[in-house]
């Protein structure tokens, strides 16, 4: 079983940047992939970015590609999103999710734990 907190969202104007932090509890964090989720008003659950266990592997919406970053402490149970460039389009709330199966994926049914998001708003 793996719990996960966000954190890290908040207003900020577009072309600003913002950090998202997800800390996980739970001895096997290490084990499971770990992925960005966003969700807009009216819109569906779309992917943003995933991990790799060792971080060794990342892959990215390409929307995203070149200005958001993944990335993981496995010491510290931490993933985090770097977010810069940001966009009006990129308000949303951010999930992170890790993969019980081991699978790294952009799909979100392969994702077994989620947190309870954080908000990000970009303003004009």
């Known amino acids: 079983q793996v719990q996960l907190v966000e954190s890290g969202g908040g207003l900020v104007q577009a072309g600003g940047s913002l950090r998202l932090s997800c800390a996980a509890s739970?001895?096997?964090?290490?084990?499971?992939?770990m992925g960005w989720f966003r969700q807009a008003p009216g819109k569906e659950r779309e992917f943003v970015a995933g991990i790799s266990w060792s971080g060794g592997n990342t892959y990215y919406a390409d929307s995203m590609k070149g200005r958001f970053t993944i990335s993981r402490d496995n010491a510290k149970n931490t993933v985090y999103l770097q977010m810069n460039s940001l966009k009006p389009e990129d308000t949303a709330v951010y999930y992170c999710?890790?993969?019980?199966?081991?699978?790294?994926?952009?799909?979100?049914?392969?994702?077994?734990?989620w947190g309870q998001g954080t908000q990000v708003t970009v303003s004009s």
């Open positions: 999710a890790a993969a019980g199966g081991g699978l790294l994926t952009d799909a979100a049914y392969g994702y077994d734990y």
């Open positions: 739970g001895r096997t964090f290490t084990r499971y992939p």
